[in-house]
């Protein structure tokens, strides 16, 4: 069964450093997504991604955040400059591929720990 | 915007208990119903979902979950939980028309199941 894929599994970085955390979506999908969920707090929405460019963002999804399909196959999360508050779970997402119904297939999630 | 609540964030029980997992959200327009499951080390993955036409949907597992549009609820059942059931169960809505189709989630329900 095709599935999502997340590297690295678990990262720990320094207050201040760049983190870039990828993701393999499902090959014929057309929408992806990260979602991140601080320990103890809901799966809160950070970006969805279709045709190349943010189809929406949330609040969370500031200046600090990037997201980047540099090729046919990663789909990639960027933190310029980590903060405390952004330890979390990040889950990569996608969907497709004809209609976007909400039906979301979900990576293992990538831990960041920042210190 | 579609909001998700999920009352019961810890729920602990014997095996062969009967498990009904709480789940509500506020949203004026049509929605898509989903619940996802995260078993301990694996990824989110689709227990069951509803778009339309019965309220009673059936999943994996034995799960079943109502849509009950009046009490703007979509709760998740299972007659008798087994050991394995043990995870943490997520409820997700979005608007199926006239908004985004990007699924909100619950803050998740921990169950714990004793053999």
């Known amino acids: 069964e095709p599935e999502v894929t997340q590297t690295p599994s678990h990262q720990v970085t320094q207050m201040g450093q760049e983190v870039i955390l990828r993701c393999v979506p499902i090959?014929?999908?057309?929408?992806f997504y990260w979602y991140r969920q601080i320990l103890g707090q809901k799966v809160e929405f950070l970006v969805s991604?279709?045709?190349?460019?943010?189809?929406?963002k949330s609040e969370i999804f500031d200046d600090q955040f990037s997201v980047e399909r540099p090729d046919g196959s990663n789909f990639t999360l960027k933190i310029r400059s980590t903060k405390l508050e952004d330890s979390a779970m990040y889950f990569c997402?996608?969907?497709?591929?004809?209609?976007?119904?909400?039906?979301?297939?979900f990576g293992e999630g990538s831990r960041l720990t920042v210190l | 915007a579609q909001s998700v609540s999920q009352h019961n964030h810890h729920v602990i029980l014997s095996e062969a208990a009967s498990l009904e997992l709480g789940c509500n959200y506020s949203?004026?327009?049509?929605?898509?119903l989903f619940w996802y499951v995260q078993y301990p080390g694996q990824h989110l993955q689709l227990l069951l979902k509803?778009?339309?036409?019965?309220?009673l949907v059936k999943g994996i597992k034995g799960f079943e979950a109502e849509f009950i549009k009046s009490k703007f609820s979509f709760n998740l059942r299972k007659p008798s939980v087994q050991w394995s059931d043990t995870a943490e169960y997520f409820c997700?809505?979005?608007?199926?028309?006239?908004?985004?189709?990007?699924?909100?989630f619950g803050r998740g329900t921990s169950l714990i199941v004793h053999p």
């Open positions: 997402a996608s969907s497709g591929p004809i209609q976007n119904t909400g039906e979301l297939f």
């Open positions: 090959s014929n999908h057309l929408y």
């Open positions: 991604f279709y045709n190349n460019e943010i189809s929406e």
């Open positions: 949203y004026g327009g049509t929605v898509n």
């Open positions: 509803y778009f339309s036409g019965d309220p």
């Open positions: 997700a809505v979005n608007a199926s028309s006239g908004g985004s189709y990007i699924p909100t």
